[in-house]
């Protein structure tokens, strides 16, 4: 290393005679780490001197790599199952839907509605529910109507008026050996309807098995609806004439359906119920409407008969899906039209893919103008206001480095088969206030070139703006991309899945800023030293001399005449610590009262039709009273009533005593087909056909329905998952290994990510800042500084999470994703800082406010347009992106504090030594002669003279660096 002469302030406090010996003395890491970051500054200034020997040669290769990764994008497909995004991969959950799904797909497709009026059971809203029934009949989709695809249920009423009648002429209707049947079976069920004395008489039991079965092989089909116009057999003409109280009436008595012949009981399916003192029903404010299809399984297995419904994830035909279509709009154009004391909430099977692929297109809109947004501030921060010193076409390659970032990063990844989900559409906006940070950095390292260095050879000039930006961009995107490699290792599939797109995404952002921008720098830098207009590239200025207003930077003398003064004034220095407790001691508090919730329906527009249809369910279909446990209202068990059935028929006595598996499966064939078990057919799969009249044959599975009650949040519904899940681990169930025994519930799928949510997001970013630590460490190569760094970066985040619990937001995985980004984004702005302050010499007053004359304007730069580029989702109806603005808005806010506000007022006052090689740059002959505030960087605290290297000529009792 070359000795520099001149240096008795270094010799003084180091006691060396040069730099070499200095260097000498620091330790491995140090001297480590100032070889990375030597090696870093020779290789950009070799790559900056290349790319703008060679710019349309890198400007090609830009474009042919984004275009060969593009190509991942033939296999790109969005995923919106709850299991594959929100869940533990290693869940339960995630393995027994998968087994579900595999060995036994739903047969079901359902579809809701929800009526909501002061009164329900009034006329008018009788024919509305008929005026519903009615027009869902009626729809056609390509010839296909409703009753090609519901899920039939036999007609189990045994009179004339509800049985195919059997093909007999007159000659022979006497010979019918059930003609006599048919009266008997009427009386009988119209005194089991008044509760009369035949109530307990049972035809499964009463009649010869062969009697029985041609009896109900004779029945009818219906289609499968649950609507409360069912207790009028659908009749048009007689809900027409009803009165409020013969309605009344209905419901409070014992009634058979007119339509499938079984006991019904609608006061399940009503919310907002009131009764009077005797306890009968006047008045509820909600009615429920639901409507089952069923899956062609043939057309399943048909090639290219199976298509993906996006919002579960299940095969269903194509017949149905398009049917489905017919559905929502049949049903949301109903909705509108009602009276204004009526209002309707619906939800069909496809309803979550069409509204999440809508929010997707919404979002894309979104982007759009957020893009054009930046882009016009981008144009006004970069260039001069003149007709060439303008630079709108660099602005706009510099914005296309994240357009070639996002394909990049989503041709890899989907390329490998990553999920895409919906929190996955905030990714280009994170890309663009990160790429945008950088170009607004390299700009700044540009501004900087001395006047020598100015006069260089343009490659010349490139290369030592890239040795200067190189090492401040790198330290900020290494950071950022360990901080997501960090946040991949987690075991939330979505989490993991936006973590590797953003990696992605950040290297290669990087690298084209580095690249692709740099090169059309180097084309725009021609045209200005060319004096070509700025938009119109063919028309020269020859003579063209700007106007001197367009020369200032009005950034540059805010922070050089204005901020830099008052800021390190020792009453401002007090106050900026004030601040900073007094925000830190709230947010503190508020991490503490901050909750964790999850709900995968805030995916929802909060205004579209869906989340309001869920709304209306929770706000009118809130749990009821507990039967034994604590955390079931009601549990839907076949075993209970087939208890009963054989204990009451074939002198059993379950569970007291057993008995055979012959006997089970004689008596069990018996129950399915009776009046009472007939309903629970559809919960058993078997190893062969079920028949009437036959035992039934080896059961494969069964399953037994449970509600929860309504919970307020983890801390209930947590403890009600383990209940259960203990319960049926207890009970003993033989397990092999071709059987189970588990417990699964759709709510499940936000359950399981609560019960580890916090638990990952404080990992990842314990992770992530140890990580930062380290990376920082090995580029910034001072420890003192990156641990004010880093605490710059725990203020931020604290103050954000605190202000979460303040702005209404909880720890979800929306947040939590959020989080992890924050650790990246707010690095950036105190890394800048940072490294800046390490890179020049003077008293630690004048080194800070160096730092922030040199990158200040560039760090300000980039977290406003951060801002810009997301300020539109304020009004978003997204959950993903109202919370990702609000996160980031704090994000930006404290970060932008803490990196521009408490980080240089701390290095005025405990800032370490700056690296040697700062000495070398201040002191070397070229440079000392035209930096002249190098002459201001030192000072002797006597006030002593300065030599003309601005160095005092007597050490003694000088400042310490």
Not at 221 to 231: A, D, G, Q, R
Not at 720 to 733: C, D, L, P, Q, S
Not at 800 to 827: P, R, Y
Request: aromatic content about 14%.
């Amino acid at each position: 290393m070359k000795k520099v002469e001149q240096l008795p302030l270094l010799t003084e406090q180091w006691g060396m005679s040069d730099l070499e010996t200095s260097n000498q003395r620091l330790g491995y890491f140090q001297r480590f780490s100032l070889a990375i970051i030597g090696s870093l500054e020779r290789f950009f200034y070799n790559w900056g001197y290349n790319v703008a020997v060679h710019p349309w040669k890198f400007i090609v290769i830009c474009l042919a790599v984004t275009a060969v990764c593009g190509l991942g994008l033939i296999t790109f497909t969005p995923e919106n199952r709850p299991d594959k995004l929100w869940i533990p991969w290693n869940s339960e959950f995630v393995r027994d839907s998968d087994w579900l799904r595999e060995h036994f797909p739903s047969p079901i497709r359902f579809h809701y509605a929800i009526i909501a009026a002061d009164n329900i059971l009034q006329p008018r809203v009788l024919h509305l529910l008929h005026s519903i029934h009615k027009d869902v009949r009626e729809i056609s989709s390509d010839g296909t109507t409703w009753s090609d695809l519901c899920f039939k249920l036999p007609v189990t009423k045994f009179g004339r008026k509800r049985r195919k009648r059997r093909q007999t002429s007159a000659s022979n209707r006497s010979d019918d050996p059930f003609a006599n049947f048919d009266d008997f079976f009427e009386e009988i069920e119209e005194d089991t309807s008044a509760g009369g004395i035949f109530s307990g008489f049972d035809p499964s039991i009463s009649l010869s098995a062969e009697a029985y079965c041609s009896i109900l092989s004779n029945f009818e089909e219906e289609c499968w609806e649950s609507n409360l116009i069912e207790l009028w057999n659908f009749d048009s003409k007689v809900i027409g004439d009803l009165t409020q109280q013969q309605i009344i009436d209905k419901i409070n008595s014992p009634t058979i359906s007119p339509v499938f012949g079984r006991p019904v009981n609608y006061t399940t399916e009503m919310g907002g119920i009131i009764r009077n003192e005797t306890g009968q029903i006047v008045k509820a404010s909600a009615i429920f409407i639901r409507w089952f299809a069923k899956i062609n399984q043939t057309a399943l297995r048909q090639e290219g008969q199976a298509t993906n419904d996006l919002g579960t994830g299940e095969l269903v035909d194509r017949k149905n899906l398009e049917w489905e279509k017919h559905l929502s709009n049949v049903l949301l154009k109903k909705s509108q039209s009602l009276d204004s004391d009526i209002v309707m909430y619906f939800s069909t099977a496809r309803s979550f893919g069409d509204i999440s692929g809508a929010t997707i297109m919404n979002d894309a809109g979104m982007l759009a103008v957020g893009f054009t947004i930046v882009f016009i501030y981008v144009v006004f921060m970069l260039g001069k206001f003149n007709l060439v010193e303008q630079r709108p076409l660099l602005s706009l390659a510099g914005l296309s480095c994240v357009g070639l970032a996002i394909i990049v990063s989503y041709g890899i990844c989907s390329a490998f088969r990553g999920i895409y989900g919906p929190v996955h559409n905030i990714l280009p906006f994170l890309l663009l206030g990160i790429g945008i940070d950088d170009m607004f950095v390299i700009m700044q390292c540009w501004n900087n070139l001395s006047p020598s260095e100015s006069k260089r050879p343009l490659p010349e000039r490139m290369g030592l703006t890239l040795k200067h930006a190189g090492v401040s961009i790198t330290v900020t995107s290494v950071t950022d991309f360990v901080a997501f490699a960090i946040g991949a290792s987690t075991v939330l599939p979505a989490l993991q899945s936006f973590c590797l797109y953003a990696a992605l995404g950040i290297v290669a952002t990087y690298i084209f800023q580095a690249t692709f921008f740099v090169a059309w720098f180097t084309l725009d830098q021609k045209r200005i030293e060319s004096h070509r207009n700025a938009f119109f590239i063919w028309i020269k200025h020859s003579d063209y001399k700007p106007n001197k207003c367009s020369e200032v930077s009005f950034a540059q003398i805010f922070f050089e005449n204005i901020y830099s003064k008052w800021m390190f004034k020792t009453p401002v220095k007090v106050l900026v610590f004030v601040i900073t407790g007094i925000l830190l001691g709230l947010n503190i508090w508020g991490n503490f009262e901050l909750r964790q919730e999850f709900n995968p329906i805030w995916f929802l527009p909060q205004d579209s039709y869906l989340f309001q249809f869920y709304s209306a369910k929770d706000r009118y279909f809130p749990g009821r009273a507990l039967k034994s446990s604590q955390s079931l209202f009601e549990v839907d068990s076949w075993y209970e009533d087939f208890k009963i059935y054989s204990n009451t028929n074939f002198d059993t006595r379950i569970p007291h005593s057993g008995i055979s598996v012959e006997d089970f499966d004689r008596y069990l064939g018996k129950f399915l087909f009776s009046p009472s078990g007939s309903k629970y057919r559809a919960k058993f799969k078997f190893n062969g056909n079920l028949t009437c009249g036959a035992s039934a044959p080896p059961i494969v599975l069964t399953t037994i329905g449970f509600k929860f009650k309504s919970f307020e949040g983890p801390e209930e519904h947590l403890p009600a998952m383990r209940e259960i899940k203990e319960i049926v681990k207890y009970a003993n169930f033989t397990e092999t290994e071709n059987s189970r025994t588990f417990v699964w519930s759709f709510a499940f799928a936000g359950w399981e990510t609560d019960e580890i949510i916090t638990v990952e997001l404080y990992r990842n970013m314990i992770l992530a800042m140890v990580c930062v630590l380290i990376t920082t460490m090995l580029l910034i190569a001072n420890l003192p500084t990156c641990l004010m760094v880093l605490t710059c970066v725990i203020f931020t985040l604290v103050d954000v999470g605190g202000s979460m619990h303040f702005w209404n937001l909880t720890i979800d995985t929306v947040s939590c994703i959020d989080l992890v980004l924050a650790i990246g984004l707010c690095v950036d702005y105190s890394a800048h800082i940072g490294h800046s302050f390490m890179t020049v010499i003077g008293t630690r007053n004048e080194r800070s406010k160096q730092a922030l004359i040199k990158i200040g304007p560039a760090v300000l730069n980039g977290g406003f347009s951060t801002f810009l580029a997301f300020v539109l989702l304020a009004n978003s109806r997204s959950h993903v992106f109202m919370t990702f603005f609000k996160i980031f808005f704090l994000v930006v806010v404290f970060g932008l504090f803490h990196g521009l506000v408490f980080l240089p007022t701390l290095l005025s006052i405990i800032g370490p030594q700056p690296y040697p090689s700062a000495f070398t740059l201040a002191h070397s002959p070229e440079v000392s002669r035209e930096l002249t505030p190098a002459k201001t960087f030192i000072r002797a605290k006597n006030g002593g003279e300065q030599n003309s290297n601005g160095l005092p000529k007597s050490s003694r009792g000088s400042e310490s660096i």
